[in-house]
């Protein structure tokens, strides 16, 4: 994992979704669910949810997510418990991602002048 990038979470993946970066892209994270996060040039792309809260999990669940979850073994009760524990955490490693993606796309363009 590039953690000059892809700063270390834990970070929020509630899909069963996986992607293939294409052949020029460097991938930065990856779990055992697949590749998490990758760069193509100037562009940073994630496969978790740096911006989930409390409450947009919340409505995630309450919009039926509620069976996702509890279909890969989750409580939702406590798995809302622990992203809300973890919003401070979850909120700086978001802006560090965010800053870094920002002085990536940055540098690209310098590059390129």
């Keep these: 994992m590039d953690h000059e990038l892809v700063p270390v979470g834990p970070w929020l993946e509630f899909h069963g979704d996986r992607c293939r970066p294409p052949a020029a892209a460097t991938v930065l994270a990856r779990n055992d669910a697949g590749v998490q996060a990758f760069r193509l040039g100037r562009h940073l792309a994630v496969q978790f949810h740096p911006e989930v809260d409390g409450p947009l999990l919340k409505r995630w669940l309450d919009a039926g997510g509620d069976k996702d979850a509890e279909q890969v073994g989750l409580d939702p009760g406590q798995f809302l418990a622990q992203t809300i ?11 560090r991602l965010v800053a870094a993606a920002v002085r990536l796309g940055g540098q690209e363009r310098v590059a390129q002048a």
């Design 85 to 95: 524990r973890e919003e401070p955490g979850a909120r700086a490693r978001a802006g």
